[in-house]
């Protein structure tokens, strides 16, 4: 009897110090950017996004997947330390596309306690 009490105490202080572990945080200062009104004759726009890792532990960025072929993210590659920015561009490509509005998103796969964001970029491409 003695064994399993021991047994089950050392289970319940192993997951309590698993849970407790550090994790990261990330935090931007917007998720959404409207490029406004552009024309076809320009139809590459970018910008960038930018965050923090308010957490106690390095941030991974794992993956960043466009909702479209036309919208191409790019990230800081390595560990993002406490307190430390990062950043990700997106631009957005309208060539060959119709003119009008539109709205694509971006979702990041991370390593931080919200482990899937999603960003977006919209705007309104005028004709030549």
Partial sequence: MKKIILFVTMMV???????????????????THDFGTFSENNPKVSCVFTFT????APLV???AVASCGCTVPEY?????MPGKKGTIKVTYDGTGKYPG???????????????????????DMTAK
């Fill in 13 to 31: 202080m192993a997951i309590g110090l698993v849970s407790a572990q550090n994790k990261a945080e990330i935090k931007f200062d917007k998720t």
């Fill in 101 to 123: 509005h539109f709205k694509k998103s971006i979702t990041l796969r991370t390593n931080a306690k919200t482990e899937m964001i999603r960003l977006f970029v919209e705007g």
């Fill in 61 to 63: 960025i794992h993956q």
């Fill in 53 to 56: 890792n308010i957490g106690d």
């Fill in 76 to 80: 800081t590659q390595e560990p993002i």
